[in-house]
C-alpha cells in the first residue's frame, strides 16, 4: 500500500518536471538568437519604425533606408527621397528605447562643384608657362 500511495504522490510531480523540459509545444528550448542575428533584427524594426514615422506625416520614400546605431538606443536612418538622382535623403534620430524619432531633416548628398573644363589649363604662374611657380 505505501509503494502505491508514494507513486500517486510523485506522479503529478514527474509530469510537471517533463512537461517544464519540453515547452509547451513538445519542442525542447531554443537558444537566444546570436548577437548579429539580434543586432540585424533590431536595425529592421528601426527601420520601419522609420518608415512608418514618415507614412504618417506624408513623406513618400523611394526605398528602404539604412540604419547606423550611433550608441546605444540610439540610431540614425536615412532614406531616399523619390526624385530620381536628386540625391536628397531624409534623415532621422531614433531613440530605441522611447521607440520614437527624436529629429528628422531632408538633406541633400549632391556635390556643387563649379563645372570644369576637360583639358588641363596652367595658370600663367607655372613653370609650365615659363612662369617661376610662385
Not at 523540459?21 to 537558444?31: C, L, M, Q
Not at 530620381?84 to 520614437?100: M, N, P, V, Y
Amino acid at each position: 500500500m505505501a509503494p502505491r500511495l508514494l507513486a500517486a504522490a510523485l506522479l503529478p510531480a514527474f509530469l510537471a518536471g517533463v512537461g517544464c523540459a519540453t515547452g509547451p509545444t513538445g519542442r525542447p528550448p531554443v537558444p537566444p538568437a546570436s548577437a548579429s542575428v539580434q543586432s540585424e533584427l533590431g536595425e529592421r524594426n528601426v527601420i520601419d519604425a522609420g518608415a512608418e514615422y514618415a507614412r504618417q506625416n506624408g513623406i513618400l520614400l523611394a526605398q528602404g533606408g539604412e540604419a547606423v546605431r550611433i550608441r546605444p538606443n540610439y540610431w540614425r536612418i536615412r532614406f531616399a527621397l523619390p526624385e530620381e538622382g536628386s540625391g536628397k535623403f531624409l534623415e532621422l534620430d531614433f531613440d530605441e528605447l522611447a521607440q520614437r524619432v527624436t529629429g528628422s531633416r531632408r538633406i541633400d548628398i549632391n556635390p556643387t562643384f563649379a563645372p570644369t573644363s576637360s583639358t588641363f589649363q596652367p595658370s600663367d604662374a607655372s613653370p609650365a608657362t615659363g612662369g617661376s611657380g610662385r
